[in-house]
């Protein structure tokens, strides 16, 4: 029975912690960013949790 190939893309795109959260980059951050507010810059750099159903998705996927 061969290995089981992991989704690259997938793996590209999220983190996973150590107790299984999965965590992504914030959108919109590549042009069109001079009208914003300071709290909305400052809160694209952090990084933002998937929901626990995307959660269980991604989990699912990378499991394969």
């Known amino acids: 029975m061969p290995k089981i190939k992991t ?3 997938l793996v590209k ?3 996973i912690s150590k107790n299984k959260k999965v965590t992504r980059r914030s959108t919109g951050q590549n042009h069109f960013n ?4 300071g709290s909305e810059t ?3 750099r952090q ?3 998937l929901s626990k159903t995307d959660e269980k998705n991604v989990l699912r996927a990378l499991a394969k």
Do not use: F, G, L, W
Request: net charge positive; proline share 0%.
């Open 42 to 44: 400052r809160a694209k």
């Open 47 to 49: 990084d933002k949790r």
């Open 34 to 37: 001079a009208k914003e507010t």
């Open 7 to 9: 989704r690259k893309s």
């Open 13 to 15: 795109k999220v983190k």
